[in-house]
């Protein structure tokens, strides 16, 4: 597993904004469902929301009682504590289940009632995808490798025929 300082700055930054714009997302979303739907509701509303979201399986919603208004199923196994208290918005990296993950927390007060949010995204999966793409290519430069001399060898034997063929008729003749 890579340390929280190798990964790169720009992925961290790209990760950021996207889970920004998620988060201005979400508060849209919230503004209009807790006005809109009874508490008990809430729950299978985010649901909905977070299918049909691209990137929003990891969520959670708390009141400022930290009591859960809603956590997707794939954020529960990271276990993040509900936010208590005064919260300022943060970005942190933590590294949950062995998995580095990105976590994006604000607080959002609608129709006068404070809600705390955490959005998350994991870091791994990428740098996996990464990592199995280099063994592919690893597993084939040398097939490349034979490829490309066979084929080297194969035109160079077709250009150079005519010459092949000066040099047999002038040692006949």
Same mark, same amino acid.
Do not use: N
């Given at each position: 597993h890579r340390?929280l300082?190798s990964?790169p700055t720009?992925r961290?930054?790209?990760?950021?904004?996207d889970?920004?714009d998620?988060l201005v997302?979400?508060e849209k979303y919230m503004?209009?469902?807790?006005?809109?739907?009874?508490r008990?509701r809430?729950?299978?509303?985010f649901?909905?929301?977070?299918?049909?979201? !691209?990137?929003? $399986?990891?969520?959670q919603?708390?009141?400022?009682?930290?009591?859960? #208004?809603f956590?997707?199923?794939? &954020?529960?196994?990271?276990?993040?504590a509900?936010?208590?208290g005064?919260?300022a918005?943060?970005?942190s990296?933590?590294?949950l289940r062995?998995?580095?993950?990105?976590?994006r927390?604000?607080?959002?007060?609608?129709?006068?009632?404070?809600y705390?949010?955490?959005l998350?995204t994991?870091?791994?999966h !990428?740098y996996? $995808?990464v990592?199995?793409?280099?063994?592919?290519?690893?597993?084939? #430069?040398?097939?490349?490798?034979v &490829?490309?001399?066979?084929?080297?060898?194969?035109?160079s034997?077709r250009?150079?025929?005519?010459?092949?063929?000066i040099?047999?008729d002038s040692?006949s003749?």
């Amino acid at each position: 597993h890579r340390d929280l300082h190798s990964f790169p700055t720009r992925r961290s930054s790209d990760l950021d904004v996207d889970l920004q714009d998620r988060l201005v997302a979400v508060e849209k979303y919230m503004t209009v469902a807790i006005p809109r739907f009874p508490r008990e509701r809430l729950w299978h509303e985010f649901a909905e929301s977070v299918e049909i979201q !691209p990137g929003g $399986e990891m969520m959670q919603v708390s009141d400022s009682a930290g009591a859960w #208004i809603f956590q997707s199923e794939s &954020i529960k196994g990271f276990q993040l504590a509900p936010p208590l208290g005064s919260f300022a918005p943060r970005i942190s990296t933590h590294i949950l289940r062995g998995v580095p993950v990105r976590v994006r927390s604000a607080a959002m007060t609608i129709g006068g009632q404070t809600y705390f949010v955490q959005l998350a995204t994991t870091l791994g999966h !990428p740098y996996e $995808e990464v990592d199995r793409i280099f063994v592919i290519v690893l597993c084939f #430069i040398p097939v490349l490798v034979v &490829i490309a001399s066979g084929g080297g060898y194969w035109l160079s034997a077709r250009a150079l025929a005519p010459v092949d063929r000066i040099i047999t008729d002038s040692r006949s003749i």
